[in-house]
């Protein structure tokens, strides 16, 4: 990371030796991601797919209850004494067959588990991508516009976690009017 940061810190050096009229701003993209309307929308929609995956594992989760407790009556009566060697046997072979209903029910409940927070994930990397994307748009247009050369994330941290901008001037922070600009036309809550 030391290395990284020493290339990075000589690039700057030297761009700054060869270009007089470079002008460096910073934007803090944790606040300016977590602020755009667009990432909370998409939050809430994921939370909602969240909610009914869970919902629907839970049915699946009683159904499985139900067949567990239908396995151990049946088990319990294939060892019933009172009854029958007949009856006995056929309760055995009764109890095989719900229990393999259970297990066939709890890898149904897995696969759904797996499939589901799969796409989740990729519903969630699509959105993020997405929102990324037209935040780049808008901070390479406010660059182009305020005459910006490079502009650095300032909520990014080094491997120490130790932040890669140490001290900003306000007037080179883009961040409050790249979210003015994401926002225009939506009401956002206050926190």
Do not use: W
Not at 21 to 36: L, N, P, R, S, T
Not at 39 to 44: N, V
Request: net charge positive.
């Amino acid at each position: 990371m030391r290395r990284a940061l020493l290339t990075f810190l000589l690039c700057v050096s030297t761009l700054t030796l060869f270009s007089a009229d470079i002008k460096i701003g910073v934007i803090d993209m944790e606040k300016v991601f977590q602020e755009y309307y667009k990432t909370k929308i998409a939050d809430a929609n994921i939370k909602k797919q969240a909610e009914v995956f869970k919902a629907y594992t839970e049915k699946l989760n009683e159904s499985r209850a139900k067949l567990q407790e239908e396995f151990k009556e049946l088990r319990d009566a294939s060892q019933n004494i009172a009854l029958s060697d007949s009856e006995r046997e056929s309760k055995r072979l009764e109890a095989q067959r719900k229990y393999r209903q259970v297990q066939e029910k709890e890898a149904e409940m897995t696969q759904y588990h797996r499939e589901k927070q799969d796409q989740l994930k990729d519903e969630y990397e699509k959105n993020r991508g997405n929102i990324l994307d037209e935040i780049k748009k808008e901070i390479a247009r406010r660059s182009a516009l305020e005459g910006y050369t490079i502009v650095f994330d300032k909520s990014g941290k080094t491997f120490n976690n130790i932040p890669v901008v140490m001290h900003n001037s306000p007037a080179v922070d883009i961040t409050n009017g790249v979210l003015e600009e994401l926002n225009r036309g939506h009401k956002t809550k206050k926190k």
